[in-house]
């Protein structure tokens, strides 16, 4: 189970590598262009590489498919040159090595099993005839259309061959092989002691010669993060003899002369001359090449989560769906997660806590996907998963349904229990022709269908969606001249006293009457609004038509009293610096007293700029104007801050209402709301009261007043007046 899950992996960074340089064979890879640049992180690895990376035919004759570039630094041969002529590398083997050699291959591919590796040491002919070792470490893998192919490097070992040599030969030869090595080389006995430091140790370390014989292996690298990188001691390096390392690279951080540490690459091989073990290695300062890897890591990567960014997880997609197009199966998916209500957590905790939200959300994330997918934050609280190879629909609505079930459980964040919920939109790569951008874009589709249809849930694109986004984008159009169109129009939708349910007040509601559309509710279009800042002159208009009417009920209906008219204000227009000014000039043009307007704010106008907001709300209540705190509970602020506003009321919000009589059993959540708003001294309005059993409940709690169906809903004004008459007559 395993194996095959990294056979697959195997495979598919194969066929990565060969479509990444264009060497599929059969099908060259188009050129470079921004929309499909092949995937920039592999070419950085392989090019990086210390060998030549290649991957070829079974057999003596078989067809190299790919070599690294490298191949032209080591043998002088251009890539294209050595995998356009099958029989050049046979041609260029050593003739004292190439029975031996051709006879271990053949016998290795013979077993045409995946997995089979192939290891040899043997000497090759450059171009200009001279002949070199390399190193040959290759396995037999599987491609996509079931071919067994050799994936391999050749590392050139030429300079560790004449040491060899040297040492077998004479003291004097192995001297000059040594010095004018061009890495640092290094020798150590048995007991970890220094032997050997060539000039180019000297450059690397700073000690010179001189001093660094007798110095032990444990002054020239750090110990610690020896063991930490390595799993054992430097004791037990030394007596593996570091035989199973053998040649390959081992990473250690290393220190020199003056303390300072660099990380580096050894090269350890184990040479046993006269009966004596050395352990010798070739040093390789790796700083340029880690910098280098850090200013990619950075340049693809979010920096808060450590995630993949939008640039790679672009890359990342494309790379997938040109794999794919290999074959007629496999399905990439691309899911598109938006956190619910991740913005009231920023604005009433703050951007701390935000952030702390966003790793913790990323780290169950993790957990959701294998370790082939990517995931990725693509923005704020937008978060991406690629899925590979996946045998269809289903297995990406499995996985947003993991991802969903994962997030269930609360999050701890300053000591406080956060729920989050996500919107996940699902696209699925199953076209030739499908291009990156379409299928994140359907994604996003997706993902504002699934917000749509309720917090919390998924949606796989489909075609019909589009017109969503297409509606969206043409209702903002529409937006701007519904005022002027006087597509606009107030209701009012009364409360009352609980207790003798006298009439106490009327809310001012916004809608809209769209000429094709019919009525939109106010929850689809002032989001918009909003957006676009038209909500200022808006939320003008209303509060001056609201104004009016409350002028005109008085007028008509003085026996009513002085009622309360209730306006709904936005966050954006309690910033603007003029909205006290011209509250002031409506109020006063209409001549309507102002103890008779109160002013509806949510948490989120609260918490943006609280020194601000208090300084604004201040200003309105000298005007004589009253506060209200629309939808409370919903937000994440701590009670006690209500202190700090000059609000009188609090209105409970209609989630808390409707659960009220439905477990007659559990403690109410309103109770608690209620009783710190009677300790803070707040008058409270209970939103949404549907029926006659939340109207006791309330009364109960102590609630002082009511708005909902119950007692009527929200109604146009001539429709009002007709409530207000009958209301008048029962008196
Ligand atoms: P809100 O201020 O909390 O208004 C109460 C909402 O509850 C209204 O929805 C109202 O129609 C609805 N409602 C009243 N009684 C009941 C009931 O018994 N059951 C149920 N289920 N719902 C009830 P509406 O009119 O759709 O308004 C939605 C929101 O849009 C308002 O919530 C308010 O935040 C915003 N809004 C409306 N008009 C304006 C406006 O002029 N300016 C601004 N900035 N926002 C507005
Ligand atoms: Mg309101
Ligand atoms: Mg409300």
Not at 285 to 303: G, I, M, N, Q, Y
Not at 333 to 362: C, I, P, Q, R, Y
Not at 371 to 387: N, Q, S, V, W
Not at 569 to 597: C, K, M, N, P
Request: with cysteine; hydrophobic share 40%; aromatic share 6%.
């Amino acid at each position: 189970m395993e194996r095959a899950a990294t056979s697959r992996r195997r495979r598919s960074r194969l066929t990565a590598l060969t479509r990444s340089f264009g060497l599929g064979g059969q099908s060259p890879a188009p050129p470079p262009s921004a929309s499909q640049r092949p995937d920039e992180r592999l070419h950085t690895i392989v090019s990086g590489a210390r060998g030549i990376i290649y991957i070829s035919e079974l057999g003596p004759l078989g067809r190299w498919t790919y070599v690294s570039p490298q191949i032209e630094e080591i043998l002088g041969f251009s890539p294209s040159e050595w995998t356009s002529d099958p029989g050049l590398w046979a041609r260029q083997l050593h003739p004292d090595d190439r029975s031996r050699v051709l006879a271990e291959e053949e016998a290795d591919a013979a077993s045409s099993k995946p997995g089979q590796v192939f290891e040899s040491e043997y000497r090759i002919l450059t171009r200009s005839g001279v002949s070199r070792w390399l190193r040959d470490t290759a396995s037999i893998v599987e491609t996509e259309d079931g071919t067994l192919v050799w994936s391999g490097v050749l590392t050139d070992v030429t300079e560790r061959r004449a040491i060899e040599e040297a040492l077998r030969a004479s003291e004097e030869r192995y001297r000059t092989v040594v010095e004018t090595a061009s890495d640092a080389f290094v020798s150590i006995d048995e007991d970890g002691v220094v032997v050997e430091w060539n000039r180019k140790a000297e450059e690397t370390f700073g000690w010179t010669r001189d001093e660094a014989i007798g110095l032990r292996l444990t002054d020239t690298v750090v110990p610690e993060r020896f063991r930490a990188a390595h799993g054992r001691g430097v004791e037990g390096f030394l007596r593996t003899g570091g035989d199973d390392v053998g040649g390959r690279g081992l990473e250690v951080t290393a220190l020199r002369q003056d303390g300072s540490e660099f990380p580096a690459e050894l090269s350890v091989w184990l040479t046993v001359s006269q009966g004596v073990r050395r352990i010798n290695a070739f040093v390789r300062d790796t700083s340029d090449r880690k910098a280098l890897e850090a200013v990619t890591h950075r340049a693809f990567h979010d920096p808060l989560t450590d995630l993949a960014n939008r640039a790679l997880f672009t890359e990342r997609v494309a790379a997938a769906l040109s794999r794919r197009a290999d074959s007629s199966t496999a399905t990439v998916a691309v899911l598109l997660l938006d956190l619910d209500d991740f913005k009231t957590v920023n604005d009433s905790l703050g951007h701390a806590a935000g952030d702390e939200l966003l790793v913790a959300v990323a780290a169950r994330l993790r957990s959701c996907v294998r370790p082939g997918d990517t995931l990725a934050r693509l923005a704020g609280d937008e978060f991406a998963i690629l899925l590979e190879d996946l045998d269809g629909r289903d297995s990406a609505v499995a996985v947003a349904k993991r991802v969903g079930a994962r997030l269930e459980a609360p999050f701890e964040i300053d000591a406080m229990e956060i729920a989050v919920r996500a919107s996940i939109g699902i696209s699925l790569g199953q076209s030739s022709d499908d291009r990156p951008e379409d299928l994140m874009r359907d994604a996003d589709v997706a993902m504002y269908a699934a917000k749509a249809r309720g917090k919390g849930g998924f949606e796989v694109f489909a075609a019909h969606m589009r017109d969503a986004v297409v509606k969206r984008m043409e209702l903002k159009g529409d937006l701007r001249h519904a005022l002027e169109r006087g597509e606009l129009q107030v209701h009012y939708q009364p409360y009352v006293t609980l207790d003798d349910e006298s009439l106490a007040g009327a809310e001012a509601l916004l809608r809209w009457h769209h000429a094709e559309r019919g009525i939109i509710p106010p929850a689809d279009f002032i989001p918009l609004a909003e957006e676009m800042g038209l909500i200022v002159p808006i939320g003008r208009w209303v509060l001056g038509e609201a104004c009016g009417q409350a002028v005109e009920w008085g007028r008509r209906w003085p026996q009513l009293g002085r009622l309360t008219l209730s306006v709904n204000v936005s966050a954006r227009q309690l910033q603007d610096r003029r909205f006290v000014g011209e509250v002031a000039d409506i109020v006063s043009t209409h001549g309507l007293s102002t103890e008779q307007l109160v002013l509806e704010l949510t948490e989120s106008s609260l918490v943006e700029d609280p020194d601000q907001a208090v300084g604004r709300l201040l200003e309105l209540r000298e005007l004589g104007i009253r506060l209200a705190l629309d939808d409370f509970g919903t937000g994440y602020s701590s009670l006690g801050y209500l202190q700090r506003y000059p609000i009188e009321i609090l209105k409970v919000h209609r989630a808390f209402v409707a659960e009220l009589g439905r477990h007659p059993d559990e403690p109410a959540l309103a109770k608690p709301i209620l009783q710190l708003a009677h300790h803070l001294g707040m008058k409270t309005i209970a939103e949404g009261v549907e029926d006659a059993a939340q109207v006791a409940a309330l009364r109960v709690l102590g609630c002082g007043y009511g708005q909902g169906y119950y007692f009527a809903r929200p109604l146009p004004a001539t429709e009002l007046g007709a409530f207000l008459d009958e209301r008048a007559r029962r008196l």
